[in-house]
């Protein structure tokens, strides 16, 4: 009997199959299996691993030494008949997870893989970036011996809608502790809401970062 092809799907986000990214990896996964191939989900964030040292070790001896989960992740990953590289948006990048589990793979940058198979890289953002992480993991699908056959990108906010809602009405409180002011007379005031995007006191922060990817 032959073998089912299996496809490995590294999940970077740190919400595991309950976030969005999760949510789009099933949705490939349901695909999948319609067309008799089956989906391996590797949640990075049930894992260890530890941050790369910069010790130029593995480029010497073609493996790092350090000993936690990242070998064993990779060596799924070049034996799969093909790899799926997801990660929601952090802060315009992928999540820490998925950069430290890619740092680690360096050693693998500098070889050609014995391999060639399909790839694709996901991302989703809740409001920009997702289109850049996406096109960035498609250049890393190489590494694993995989070339880019696309790509899946999405915009969303929280799975159901829940978590937002009790984040968004805990914004306002926080923003009369930030911006409320004293005017010439004594009297309080509301100063005016930032717009930048880039502080925890920002609507726009709020909305586009804090979401359960």
């Known amino acids: 009997m032959d073998k089912t092809p299996v496809v490995v799907a590294v999940n970077g986000s740190p919400h595991m199959g309950a976030g969005n990214t999760g949510m789009m990896l099933a949705m490939i996964g349901a695909e999948l299996q319609r067309l008799g191939l089956g989906l391996e989900i590797i949640h990075l964030t049930d894992h260890r691993i530890e941050y790369c040292v910069g010790c130029g070790h593995c480029l010497e001896r073609g493996r790092c030494w350090i000993p936690d989960d990242h070998?064993?992740?990779?060596?799924?990953?070049?034996?799969?008949d093909a790899v799926v590289l997801a990660s929601p948006v952090?802060?315009?990048?992928?999540?820490?997870?998925?950069?430290?589990?890619?740092d680690r793979s360096l050693a693998l940058g500098h070889k050609p893989r014995p391999t060639w198979k399909p790839g694709l890289a996901v991302s989703v953002s809740a409001g920009s970036g997702e289109t850049a992480v996406a096109a960035y993991l498609e250049g890393l699908l190489r590494v694993y011996g995989a070339f880019p056959v696309g790509s899946?990108?999405?915009?969303?906010?929280?799975?159901?809608?829940?978590?937002?809602?009790?984040?968004?009405?805990?914004?306002?409180?926080?923003?009369?502790?930030?911006?409320?002011?004293?005017?010439?007379?004594?009297?309080a005031t509301r100063r005016p809401r930032p717009t930048c995007g880039t502080t925890p006191s920002c609507p726009r922060w709020c909305a586009t970062t804090m979401t359960r990817s």
């Open 71 to 80: 070998a064993a992740i990779v060596e799924r990953l070049l034996a799969a």
């Open 90 to 102: 952090y802060f315009f990048h992928v999540t820490a997870q998925t950069k430290t589990f890619l």
């Open 152 to 187: 899946l990108t999405a915009l969303a906010t929280v799975p159901g809608g829940s978590w937002a809602r009790r984040r968004s009405r805990r914004v306002p409180r926080t923003w009369r502790a930030t911006w409320r002011g004293r005017s010439g007379s004594g009297a």
